[in-house]
Structure formats: C-alpha cells, structure tokens
C-alpha cells in the first residue's frame, strides 16, 4: 500500500487558497518605478497620494502613459482583487475616486479629455435626496472605463431627458429610495421614447421593484448597484432595453 | 491510410482508471490520462432556450458557472466541461463560436481565480443526415467544418458523433439484419470517417486544440437503447453486443486519422479502441442514468480517463442546479478512483467495478477490460480491410459470450446469437465481395446514396 | 404659540376625561385618562396601521395619489374606532393629545405632506411647496371633521423639528430625561425611520436615518410586528435556544426549546406557540447565529441557508442582508451625529433605546450588532415615548410651550444624513459588512482612512434598565382591548370580471378576498392589509384589465359619511 498522503489531487482546499491570498500584495503593474508608485496609491484608495503622483509623473512622463499604464491597470488590479474577496466596496469606491482624480490631472496636461469608452447618464430621482446607491454605481461605471454624466440627486424629469439627448449615452440610470418619487422613472421613459431615444434604462434603489421597473418600456431593473458596468458593456455591445432586460431580469 | 496492427497494452492487466499509454495535454495544461480520473460534465440548455442566441448564451453561461462554482465550493482539483451542440451552434457556426468563447472565459476565470485544473470540449453536431443531404457535398458539411474551424480557436478538445452508415443502420436494426448492421457501421461508417477526420484534425492542428475523437452513439448506443432493459425485448442484448463490437472496427479510424483522444463519453467502445491505442478515453455509467439508463454502470469506470453523465438539462434541483449537481456527484466518483490509485488500491477497487456488472449484461461482459483487450486482439490481428476487422470483433466477440459459463442467455437471446453467428460465418471473405453484396442487397434502401461513400 | 383654550363647562358630576394617542406607523395606540386623578383608565391598541403599506412613505405615497382627504378620512375612522373602544363611561372627553411622526400628524390633521413624500427641494420648488412649519397647536374638535369628540373638545398637536424628525423624537428627547443629565448619551428610537438624539458637552444633536421596515420584523420573510404570539427574543440553553414569544398580554414568556441549525418537529408540550418573528426576534436571531458561527454575513452556514426557530419559522440570507441594512443605517445614523458633534464613540455612556422594538430588543445582542454604541455602561429601556408624551400634554397641556423652544432650539443643530458624506460612508461600510462579508478589521482601517471617529469593540457589559417592561406600561385598570379589524374592508362588483382570481394570486398580502354567486362576483379588498399604492402585482395580473387598485380606495372617500 502506498501512503495515504501520497500527491495524488484527490480533492483541493480552494479555502486555504484563497486563503493563502489574502493579504496577497497587489501584483506589480508597471516596471517604471515612477509609474508604480502612482498605481500603489490608487491601488491603496489613496486619492491625495495619487493625485501628488501623477502630478511628479507629469514631469517626466507623457500623460497617456500614465494613463494606460499605471491608473488604468491599477483599477483593473483593484477590480481583481475585489473579485477574489480581497477588496470590498469602499475601497473600490475609494481607488475610482483616485483614478478620476489622477486622470483629471493627466487630462488637464493633454489639454483633452481622455477617450472614454461610452456615455452613461446618472441620476437620483427628482423629490429623492439619497444618492448613495448613485454614487456607487458612478465609481463602479467609472472604475470600467466608462464617462459618467453624474446629473446628481433630486433632478427634474425633464433634466434627464435633455441630458440624454445631447450626450446621447449607451445607458441611463436612475436611483430611488422612496416609492414617492419612483413615480418619476416611466415618465422620463415615455419622454425618451417619444423623442426616439431608445435608451435602456436602468432602474434602481430602496423600493424600487422588479415588476415596477418591467412595467413600462425601456425600463430594466437593477438588482445591485454593482451589476452596473455589466449592463453598460451590454449596452456598449449594442443590447437593447428589451434584450438586457431578458438577460438581467426575471 | 493504415490500420492498427498492434496493442498499446500487451495485457488487460495493464489497463487501468486515470492513465492512458499517450495521455494529451489541453491548451490550458490540463493532462488528461496521466494518473488521474476527471470529471467531465456535461449541461445542456433547456427547450425553448435555443430561441436566439442570447439566451441560449445566457443558459449556458449559468451552467457553466453552477458547474464552476460547485467544484470550488466542494474540492474538485479539475474538471472538463462539454457542450454538444444543439443543431443552431453547428447551423450557424458563430453561435458554436461565442458559446465557446464564452465558456472557455469563465473557465479561464476560475483558472485564474482558484487554480483550478479545467478545459472545455466542444461537440460539433453532425447535422449531416445522410438521409437528406450529400455527406461529402452539402451547406450543412461546410457548416460542420466551419464550426470545427469556429469552435477550435477557444475549445481545448473538439469532437464529433458522426452519421455515417446511419441510414443502413435504421433500416438494419429494426429488421435484426446483422449483415446490414456490419455493412452500415463498419464499411459505410468508417468511410465516412476516413473522410471527415483528416479535415477535423488539420483544423484543430491549426487552432491548436486537440483533435479527441469520436463515437458510434448513433448507431451502437441505438441499438443498445433498443435492447435497454432485463424486460424489454426489440432488440436481442445479443445483437445490441454484437453492434459494439462492430462499433470498434468503425470508432478507430478518427485515431489513425490523427485524433489523439480523449475519445467522446458515450462512446461505449471506448475500452476497446484505449486497450488498441493506448490513448485517453472519456466515459460514463451510472452518473450518466439522468441521460440514460444501461447495464453496465461500474464497468464502464474499470479504464476511463474521464467520467462524464454524458447530458443534463438545466433545471433546478434541491442541491442546485442539475449541472452544479452532477458536477458534485461525478467529482466524488472521480474522488474514489483517485483514492484508490492514491492508495495503491487501484486494482482492487477495479475489480469492483468489473465484478460488480460483469454478469449483469452481456454489453457489460463484454467491455469488462480482458474481453475488451480480447476483441481488440482480433481487431488488429485482421486489419486487411474496414470489413474484416470488423467481422473479426463480431465473431470473437460471439465467441466470448458462449465460452464462460457464467454468462446466462434468455432462449430467445441464445436462439438469435446463434443465428448471428452463422450468418456473420457465412459472409464473404474480402471487403470488396461484401460490398458487392450489400450494394446489391441494401442500394435501394431510402436515402442510401453510395457516392456519398465513394462506392 | 398657541395656549389651550380654557376647559369649556361640563355638566356637573360626569368625570372629565383626556384621550392620549400614539399614531404610530405600525399602528395606533390610545389610553383615557382621569383628569381628577391623572390614572390610566384604559389603553386601547390596533393591531395594524389602517393605510395600506408598511412605512410612513407608502403612506404618503397613498395620499399622493387617493388624495390626503382620503388618507384623513381612513385615518379618522380608525381613531374613531379606537375611542369608542376606551372605557370612557359617562364621562365626559374634553381634551385629546396625540403624537407620531410628522407624516402621520399631517395625514391626522389633513395638512401639507409633499414636503414629507419629496425630500428633494427642486422637485418641491417645481411643486410649488413651501413646507410649513408645523408648530405646535390646539384646536377645538369642530374644525376635525367626522372625530367623533365632543364639538369642544380640545385637540392637541405638538410640534415637529423637521420634516423627518416630528413629535415623536421630542418625545423621546423629554421622556428619556436625557438633558437631565451631564454625560454624553444617545437616545434612539428603533423603527422604520430611526429618529435618534446625542446629547454631548450640553448640546442636543437630532437626526433620522431611514433604517427600513425590518427593525420592526417587516421585509423578513417570516417577519411580523411584535403581536401575540411572535417570537421577541432567543435565549441560549446549551446548545438549543429558547423562544421567547410574546403572549396574549404582549408579555414575553417561554416558548419552545429550538435548534438553529434544523427545522423542529412542532413540540407540543413546549410554552407558547410561535407564528412569526418580530424585528427584536430578528436581531437576536443575527446575534445569536453570528455567535455560534452559523451566520457569517452574508451568508447562513446551515445545510439548506436558513437558521431555523422551530416548525415553519426561519431566517433566510436575504434576511440577514435586509436586516443588516437597517442595523447598519442606525449605526451610520449614530456616526454621522457623533461625528457633528465632536464626541467619540467611547464618550457615550448611557443609550436609551424607545419604540416598541427598543422596549424588547435584548441591548446586549443588539450591543454586539452595532445598534447599541459598543461601551456604553448603562442602557435604559424608556418604551414608547410618543404615547407618554401624549399623555403628558393629555393631562398638562401648558408643556406645549417647553416643546415648542425645545423643537426651535433642535433645528439648529439638527442633521440630515442623506446630505452628508460620513452617513454616506459609514453607511457603504455597513452594506459591504453585511452584504459582501467585509471583515471588521478593514472596516476599522477605513474609518482611520476617511478619518471618522474609531470604531472600539464591544468591551464590559452595560447595567440593562428596563424603565418600561413592556411596550405600554399601565394599561389601567379597566384594561386592554385590542381592534384586530383596522381599516375598511371595500367590496366591488367590477363589470368584466370572471372571477378567475388571478389579482388574489398576484396579491403578496393575501388582502383580496371573491365573494358572491353573481357575475361578476364581488372583489373585497382589506385595505389595512394591502401593501400599498407602490406594489400594485394585481393589476397586471387581472387578464380581463378591469382590475384597478385605486376604484377599492375611491370607494372610500364617496362613501365616507361623517361620524357624528
């Protein structure tokens, strides 16, 4: 007989893996000193220490350059290690806060903003102060590469549709926490149909229910605020309202 | 092209669970018959899914990812997920393509993620019916190497379950004509292989996926479907023996063709063509009973280097969704094995296996290992035509069943094994007259068209 | 500031009486009062609020769209109702003091409430609105129509601090007693909108988080408000837990001794029976799970995910992620003050916890969940505040004038969460502990990382008070009587109908009923029971489209007779 503990795989302790990577340090992103030393900050949601990095990285280096190689694949790192359990919400919340900030910095030294990858329209409800499902769903969308036209909290139906005409987004959204005010979102769907914006819609928030939101056109529910830059690729790759609502909902 | 005239293993003894003479690596590094016994799941999409691609996407994204997610959460070190393809992935070759690229995404995710050992086998439908188009020369044979071409750029295997003889074959079958079973399987199915899989492996060559094989799912499984159970009575358990046997001399021309294994599940052969090649072979028993019932649930596990449950449809079940499931049942099965050549039990836990279903039927004597080597010894041992080896495995494998004394015979089985027997003895010596005669017997038979086979 | 008007004359020899009403979210609560002697003659409760929806938005959200008259109307009848319960004999009514929330004050008095539905000031400048003041007032009977009150009865209302913060956080301001003393304490209110006040160094800091309806067993699926027979609390014996269930006095007394971990044959010999489980149940499930491991937010580590309080009562993981959400608005809630007010977490010494989930929540699990500041030394369960007060201005009505400098001393430095960024962050960190499993130790570095107040963990155990225990303390001597029928129950006979029941099917809350052999049949709707304006599963279901769900409160408001 062999021994019992000889290595034949006959099962793995995926726990301890994980484990074991937990407090894993963030993989390297840049081999320009300089460059990682941007990405350290951003990776560790330190939006002042980024901001003081780029602008010494401005120095010497070509904005585009930090962008694509440090405060990009910083966040892609910071995605990552949200995705194995080892960063949670805020902190990516905090790391988006710092790429905006460092590419802000960059985008002022190019004299142009830098190409983002879509529009999407964000909003808070009109009558409704609580943003903070917003707010997440701006870092997350920004944290993909997205450009957020972050309308704020409490805007009127009318403002969302102007905002969607001229920025003409792949996506909108709109968050609320009351029932009271969720009232506004098939208005501002009808309002972007009959100008023959067939935006989806993302709805979310509070009380905002599934069968509400599938309730009128161009309408799709949103679970979670970190389903966001899923359904904004989808709408990139050209879904519909209708399709991303047969692959998100129900 | 030459046929096999030798055996991998010099002896039964040889062969064993988890390793094969030639294991294969994946494009993912995934050895497959290199000491250890993988599952290999097997989810397909509910009716209705298949309506747009969408969500047929959406369908399989949620069974890959149960199946995923159920090997992390309960240890399994790896794992193959197959898709066949419904007839739209093969129709319209870009849904095979964004269907495995998708897969084989998620996959990579895990990979990355946990460290899991995983690949993904894409099963190419052969939508060639021989019935209705040309095999050689119709849209739908451009369609099937389209989808190799399409699928082979993501997939880590790729296999087929081709068609060719199946028109004989339904005709034969229901009219228990062994001679028509014989012409069917092993001169018309083996043409047709020796003309489709040069062009299946130089395109997985291209793509750098691994050519694995194929079956005779739809002509020895049909027969052994038809014999099924102790009760029913269509088909002799004899003749449904003898059409795997047959199946043998049919299964091996993907191998010499260049297909390197790990021959497809439901490939019952599949004992035989590993003790002649000595390559990797995927197979299933009883965690396949959600897709089949058959008598030889352990057996099939004596020499396999995959355990699959050959199909489930997704649908919610207490423990999870059924390919989370069967992904959990066939990783404990998996487990067992792997324990046992851990411990140096392997051979043991074999005998198991075999005794446990060596009796129950005669489809399960007859891929017991020794046996199996047995008609591989006769199949290589008359390699002078498609036909003769064939015959061969036939008549050995007649043989076999009426020398052990154990093995029991209804008299309507025994009467019509003996009828068999005569008539495969009665039949021409070389592959040419016996074309001859069947071209003559069977060229009128519906949908039959010989040019297709180069005849 | 008003004063009260001079007791008008009664006829010699009757008893002059005072009804003191608690108009709760979840429901109404009266008592009467002897003016001669100031005893509790009798108490009065309601088993359910009698407007559809389970939070004081679905209730505005009713009166937006039926209109307030309507919500006035539906309201009145229940008050109504609640009086002629009360033992009030021969004697005569002649004063009535009620307290509540804004939103429920305004719906009472049939004033003023899209300032209340909309918090945001565009939507409320494009409206139109000016919010009004709500100060307090007292005014004769006759000007409330349809309450059924002598004409000259007079009708106290006390004032609000802001539109989220009413009466009813002043009650628990005066009758926690906590500007009586030096040390730094909180006082917190635990319902749907947890009203809480820090008093730190002298000065009062005042604010509402939206915690949600599962503080008070509601959006938890076996959840229910505290009523006999649902399950307050749990209590460890070796390895079970001991249900503690509240009886038919509201009483909590042993239940049935209970695994976790499975589901229980239903043990018949074992105390009260249990049906439902209450938002304090709720909490000492989370605690208790948390401490034997068989919870690690978000997930329940037992074999079928549930944690389990014996036959057909369960706690499910989108449970423990509703109810996380609300432990930790209150604890954000609680941040955000300490933070305006310059006070550290370990400042606070003494937490009174109020309402009816703050009169049964165990203080030591609802400690180590956060609801609690974690090194308090004493907590005082104070019960429900809002009936106090009411009782007080009952027999006292000239504290109107401490009440209302008290409310225009608060909106100096009083909060509003939504608008600041420490709620917003506390409150991302408690949604990531209690939805994604954060573990604590980086919820602390963050804190350090936004440069909050740090975050000491649980240490000692506090002195437990009960001030109050049970919900209403004195009943009086004539008793409780409980009006389990609220609301009106509206049946109609809809032209198209089949009777095919789809609309009882969609309903979630079982609050549509078919009667009647004729075609069409008639639908009835409970309107207490219905979940409100916002649900509406009905409607898309009715296949014939007949069904609409405002015809059942329209009804209402034709037919709403005055109450002499």
Not at chain 3, 41 to 46: D, G, K, P, R
Request: proline fraction near 5%; aromatic fraction near 6%; charge should be negative.
């Amino acid at each position: 007989m062999k021994d019992a503990m000889s290595p034949v795989p006959i099962f793995t302790r995926y726990d301890l893996t994980i484990d074991a990577r937990r407090g894993e340090a963030a993989r390297r992103i840049s081999e320009d000193p300089l460059l990682q030393r941007v990405a350290d900050c951003l990776v560790r949601g330190d939006e002042e220490g980024t901001a003081t990095m780029v602008a010494e990285a401005l120095r010497s280096r070509d904005p585009r350059e930090v962008i694509d190689q440090s405060l990009i694949p910083g966040m892609k790192e910071v995605g990552r290690l949200w995705e194995i359990g080892e960063y949670f919400l805020p902190q990516v919340i905090l790391s988006s806060d710092a790429m905006v900030a460092g590419i802000t910095l960059c985008e002022e030294r190019m004299g142009r903003a830098m190409e983002k990858k879509a529009k999407v329209v964000t909003h808070t409800a009109e009558g409704d102060i609580h943003d903070i499902g917003q707010a997440i769903v701006n870092a997350l969308l920004r944290a993909s590469g997205f450009d957020v036209v972050n309308l704020g909290a409490d805007v009127p139906v009318d403002e969302v549709v102007e905002a969607c005409r001229v920025h003409k987004p792949v996506m909108v959204t709109g968050t609320a926490l009351m029932t009271t005010t969720m009232t506004a979102f098939p208005k501002i769907a009808a309002r972007l149909k009959q100008a023959g914006l067939q935006i989806p819609f993302v709805c979310g928030g509070g009380a905002v229910s599934e069968d509400f939101v599938t309730g009128f056109e161009l309408g799709v529910w949103g679970k979670e605020a970190s389903q966001a830059p899923g359904m904004a690729e989808d709408a990139l790759n050209g879904l519909g309202w209708s399709e991303m609502r047969a692959k998100w909902n129900g | 092209m030459k046929l096999s005239d030798s055996m991998a293993y010099a002896s039964a003894d040889e062969m064993i669970f988890g390793s094969a003479k030639k294991p294969v690596t994946t494009r993912r590094g995934l050895v497959i018959g290199g000491g250890l016994v993988i599952p290999e799941v097997v989810p397909h999409p509910r009716p209705g899914s298949e309506k747009d691609l969408r969500t047929l996407l959406r369908e399989f994204e949620r069974a890959t990812g149960d199946i995923l997610e159920r090997c992390v959460s309960v240890g399994h070190p790896s794992v193959v997920v197959e898709n066949e393809h419904v007839f739209q992935m093969t129709d319209d070759p870009s849904w095979g393509m964004e269907i495995a690229a998708q897969t084989t995404h998620q996959i990579d995710d895990y990979i990355e993620k946990y460290g899991i050992k995983a690949a993904y086998r894409s099963t190419v439908a052969d939508i060639r019916k021989p019935d209705m188009v040309d095999l050689r020369n119709s849209d739908r044979t451009r369609k099937v190497l389209e989808a190799f071409d399409a699928c082979a750029k993501y997939a880590d295997i790729v296999s087929i379950e081709s068609l060719g003889g199946k028109e004989v074959f339904d005709y034969s079958i229901i009219r228990n004509d062994i001679t028509g079973l014989l012409f069917s399987q092993a001169v018309l199915g083996s043409r047709d292989m020796a003309w489709l899989w040069p062009q299946i492996v130089a395109i997985a060559r291209k793509r750098g996926a691994v050519p694995g094989g194929d079956t005779d799912c739809a002509q020895a499984n049909t027969a052994m479907f038809m014999a099924a159970g102790y009760i029913s009575k269509d088909v002799p358990h004899t003749l449904a023996a003898l059409c795997r046997a047959i199946a043998v001399g049919r299964s091996l021309v993907a191998y010499e063709c260049g297909a390197l294994g790990p021959g497809k599940d439901c490939g019952y052969e599949n004992p035989i063509i590993k003790a002649v090649t000595g390559l990797p072979m995927s197979m299933e028993g009883k965690s396949c009973a959600c897709a089949h019932s058959s008598l030889c649930g352990n057996v099939m596990a004596a020499v396999c280097d995959l355990w699959s449950n050959e199909a489930v449809e997704y649908h919610h079940m207490f423990g999870g969704s059924s390919p989370a499931v069967f992904a959990e049942i066939l990783g404990y099965d998996t487990a067992a094995m792997n324990s046992a050549i851990s411990l140096g039990y392997e051979k043991q836990y074999q005998a198991c296996l075999v005794t446990s279903d060596r009796y129950r039927s005669l489809q399960g004597f007859i891929l017991c290992p020794d046996n199996a080597w047995a008609i591989g010894k006769a199949v290589v041992d008359n390699n002078e035509s498609y036909y003769s080896r064939a015959r061969a495995a036939a008549i050995t494998c007649a043989e076999l069943m009426l020398a052990d004394s154990q093995v029991r015979f209804t008299s309507f089985e025994k009467d019509a094994l003996m009828g068999f027997a005569k008539e495969l003895d009665s039949l021409p010596a070389t592959e040419a007259d016996f074309i001859d005669l069947c071209l003559k017997k069977y060229g009128k038979v519906k949908g039959f068209q010989p040019a297709a086979y180069g005849l | 500031m008003t004063a009260a008007p001079a007791t008008p004359p009664t006829a010699r020899g009757r008893a002059r009486l005072a009804v003191a009403m608690d108009l709760g979210t979840s429901g109404f609560r009266a008592q009467v009062l002897d003016l001669s002697s100031g005893e509790v003659i009798s108490t009065a409760v309601t088993a359910r609020h009698p407007l559809p929806g389970a939070n004081v938005i679905d209730h505005l959200h009713f009166a937006l769209e039926l209109g307030v008259e309507t919500a006035r109307e539906i309201i009145l009848q229940t008050v109504n109702q609640l009086i002629g319960l009360l033992h009030t004999g021969n004697g005569e009514v002649v004063r009535l003091a009620v307290c509540g929330n804004p939103t429920q004050l305004s719906l009472f008095q049939g004033s003023e409430i899209r300032d209340l539905a909309f918090a945001g000031p565009r939507k409320l400048k494009a409206l139109g609105v000016e919010p009004p003041e709500r100060a307090a007032t007292v005014r004769p009977a006759s000007e409330f129509p349809g309450l059924a009150l002598p004409s000259g009865c007079a009708v106290i209302v006390p004032p609000a601090v802001r539109h989220e913060v009413g009466a009813d956080a002043l009650a628990l301001i005066v009758r926690s007693g906590i500007t009586d003393r030096e040390e730094t304490a909180i006082a917190i209110d635990y319902g749907t909108n947890a009203e809480m006040a820090l008093l730190h160094r002298g000065r009062l800091f005042t604010g509402s988080a939206a915690a949600g309806p599962a503080l008070e067993g509601q959006h938890i699926v076996c959840g229910s408000l505290a009523m006999p027979g649902t399950i307050a609390d749990l209590i460890a014996e070796g390895d079970l837990h001991r249900l503690i269930v509240l009886d038919a006095a509201m009483q909590p007394a042993p239940g049935a001794l209970v695994d976790l971990r499975k589901p229980a044959e239903s043990d018949g010999a074992a105390g009260v029976p249990a049906t439902k489980i209450t938002g304090t149940g709720t909490i000492a499930a989370m605690d208790q799970g948390m401490e034997r491991g068989l919870v690690v937010p978000p997930r329940i580590l037992t074999g079928d995910r549930r944690l389990h309080f014996g036959d057909g009562i369960f706690l499910t993981e989108a449970d423990v992620a509703e109810a996380g959400k609300a432990i930790g608005a209150v604890r954000a809630g609680y941040f955000t003050l300490l933070n305006e007010a310059g006070a550290n977490v370990e400042d606070v010494r003494t937490a009174y916890l109020a309402g009816a989930s703050g009169t049964y929540m165990d203080a030591i699990k609802a400690r180590r969940l956060g609801l609690v500041p974690p090194l308090v030394k004493t907590v005082r369960h104070i019960g429900n505040t809002s009936l106090a007060l009411a009782r007080d201005l009952a027999l006292e009505p000239e504290k109107l004038d401490a009440l209302d400098a008290l409310a225009t001393k608060l909106r100096e430095t009083h909060c509003l969460f939504a608008a600041t960024k420490t709620f917003s962050r506390v409150y991302v960190l408690e949604l990531s502990r209690w939805t994604e499993g954060m573990p604590m130790a980086t919820y602390r570095d963050l804190l350090r990382q936004y440069g909050l107040p740090e975050l000491p963990p649980v240490s000692g155990t506090p002195v437990v008070v009960h001030e109050a225990e049970r919900d209403i303390e004195d009943h009086g001597r004539m008793g409780l009587a409980t009006l389990q029928r609220v609301g009106l129950v509206v049946g109609l006979r809809l032209d198209g109908c089949t009777g095919c029941r789809a609309c009882l099917d969609a309903c979630p809350a079982g609050a549509l009923a078919l009667e009647g052999i004729f075609e069409p049949p008639t639908l009835s709707l409970t309107q207490a029971l219905c979940n409100g304006v916002a649900c509406r599963r009905c409607e898309p279901a009715c296949p014939s489209g007949v069904f609409h769900l405002n015809a059942f409160f329209e009804a209402t408001a034709s037919r709403a007779a005055p109450i002499a």
